[in-house]
DNA sequence: CGTCGGATAATCT
DNA sequence: GATTATCCGACGA
């Protein structure tokens, strides 16, 4: 499924207007044989989605401040998903961009402009980096838990997915790059991890890194 | 381009 | 209480 999914479009129609990624990255998840999965060690309320029907969107959030989102393939009680990890912005950039305006903590959060209250012009940030990530796709896209457990199969459902623009699957006669999955600790060896070939797109690897450990008193 | 540390909170042990 | 399917700015090469 993962490599299918390449060349495909991730569209989200909202309020504010519709914003649509051809998918370039994605990664497998194999729930009970994948100790990367989130399904591994069973079903939990976080992970139900992935229990459930195929075609269904599993989104969930991480490090305390990113949604990533996934597809369900596997009929229900079979815990596969595909997460969505970068795509090429091919509708409603400017919206897209105005929802990738970052800000850190305490200061103004006003979109177009920076920490210093000056004007972020329009091209501040790179079409290349608008869903160059799983947490930025979802960002590019305003997917958040609202999403989790949505329909992507159904043309009317506000997330949806439908066949690349090219017509074709499998990314049409580009070549599909295969690796480790980005960041995972357990089963780092596992090459699922798929993208489009040479696509700017794409996102950087990165291992996993063990983070140190919660300070204690050095003194 | 690469590495590093901070932000920040749900989830699981 | 530890861990995390991340991102970003700062800094150095």
């Known amino acids: 499924m993962a490599p299918a999914l390449l060349g495909c479009v ?37 992970n139900a989605v992935m229990f459930g029907p195929p075609g269904h969107a599993y989104v969930y959030f ?3 401040m990113h949604f990533c989102v996934n ?5 229900v009680g079979v815990p596969e998903a595909v997460l969505l990890r970068a795509g090429r912005v091919i ?8 929802r990738r305006v970052r800000w850190r903590p ?4 006003t ?8 004007a972020v012009p329009a091209t501040a940030m790179p079409v290349r980096d608008l869903a160059r990530g ?7 896209l305003a997917i958040d838990r609202e999403q989790n457990g949505g329909d992507v199969c159904d043309p009317s459902s506000p997330l949806r997915l439908r066949p690349g ?46 983070r140190a450990r919660k300070q204690q008193d050095s003194r």
């Open 10 to 46: 991730l569209e989200h129609d909202t309020a504010a207007g519709l914003v649509a990624v051809e998918l370039t990255e994605v990664e497998a998840y194999a729930g009970a044989v994948d100790p990367a999965s989130h399904a591994f060690r069973g079903r939990t309320n976080r």
């Open 62 to 64: 991480t490090y305390g």
């Open 71 to 75: 597809v369900t393939c596997q009929p």
């Open 91 to 98: 509708a409603g950039e400017a919206l897209a961009r105005g």
């Open 106 to 109: 305490g200061e103004i959060k």
């Open 111 to 118: 979109p177009g402009m920076n920490e210093a209250g000056d």
């Open 134 to 140: 799983p947490a930025r796709l979802c960002q590019a």
């Open 165 to 210: 623009d090219g017509g074709t699957r499998m990314a049409g006669e580009r070549a599909i790059g295969v690796g480790p999955r980005v960041g995972v600790t357990a089963g780092a060896d596992t090459a699922w991890r798929f993208w489009i070939a040479n696509d700017p797109t794409v996102s950087v690897y990165r291992q996993s890194k063990p």
